[in-house]
């Protein structure tokens, strides 16, 4: 049952009020009417026309549709503060770019990292107790390291891990390129190979560039290994294109192929927003 109001805000002026009651009384016209019905929809009282009547079997003569009323406020408001008891909990891998261009300003003072680290420390607090988080950093491979990438924090709950966390994301310092396809892949393997039913199991990748590392440079194999629809089991992959040289495009394509989405934060002052976007998912 889907339900389409016309409202008009109370903010509006007496002519955008008139102009409102002008405009729903043509949508109530027959012809307007007619469109509706042929696209599938009840008319503005509830009844079906006959092409919609023939494909559900409804009989022809019929009641108009009532809609059932919506809760009270008080139930609303428990509902809302219940759902984050009630809710699936998450098991998220956090995949912070640490590249050099990550040094570059952000505005405020403060450097594209700097904002990073700030967005994701508020948005993992807001993150229930009992949701699991992990934290990779990655650039590319380092004296230190064969991979370009690094687990800093392993998986545990916020309730245990939230300092944890925080500091370790305080740590974070810039340094090297930007091997994504490799990352991203490993994340997903490391995340099917731990997969837990009983949960959301998700990762977030924030990066401000696009791939920088010629040893894996197939973003199409990329796609087939991230692809849900030729999984049994599989990790979504929740995208920030963070910076004027974040490639969104790519990240889309991802993202989507993984059955996740890709948010747009190549304005840096937006990063905050788009970080508790990204987590309300869980």
Do not use: C
């Amino acid at each position: 049952m889907m339900d389409h109001p016309y409202a008009v805000l109370a903010s509006a002026t007496a002519e955008q009020q008139a102009a409102a009651a002008d405009f729903l009384a043509f949508l109530r016209e027959p012809a307007q009417q007619q469109r509706f019905a042929d696209l599938g929809f009840r008319d503005y009282q509830g009844r079906a026309g006959p092409a919609l009547s023939a494909a559900i079997g409804l009989p022809g003569a019929q009641p108009p549709l009532s809609l059932i009323d919506p809760p009270a406020p008080a139930v609303l408001s428990h509902m809302l503060t219940g759902w984050d008891e009630l809710r699936k909990k998450a098991r998220v891998l956090l995949v912070m770019d640490v590249s050099g261009s990550m040094d570059e300003p952000a505005g405020g003072g403060r450097t594209r990292l700097e904002a990073a680290k700030e967005a994701a420390i508020q948005g993992l607090a807001r993150l229930h107790p009992d949701d699991e988080v992990s934290l990779w950093q990655f650039s590319t491979e380092d004296a230190g390291g064969p991979q370009p990438y690094e687990q800093i924090v392993p998986f545990a709950a916020m309730r245990d891990n939230g300092e944890r966390l925080t500091a370790a994301i305080k740590g974070l310092h810039p340094e090297g390129g930007t091997a994504l396809y490799t990352t991203v892949r490993a994340a997903q393997r490391s995340m099917l190979e731990h997969y837990e039913t009983d949960r959301i199991n998700a990762i977030v990748v924030l990066t401000d560039g696009k791939n920088e590392y010629p040893r894996d440079n197939d973003l199409q194999a990329l796609l087939r290994d991230v692809n849900a629809d030729t999984l049994e089991r599989s990790v979504r992959v929740f995208a920030i294109a963070f910076g004027d040289k974040s490639d969104l495009t790519t990240l889309s394509s991802i993202a989507r192929a993984s059955r996740a989405a890709a948010y747009d934060a190549r304005n840096p002052s937006t990063i905050n927003d788009v970080f508790i976007s990204v987590l309300s998912n869980f």
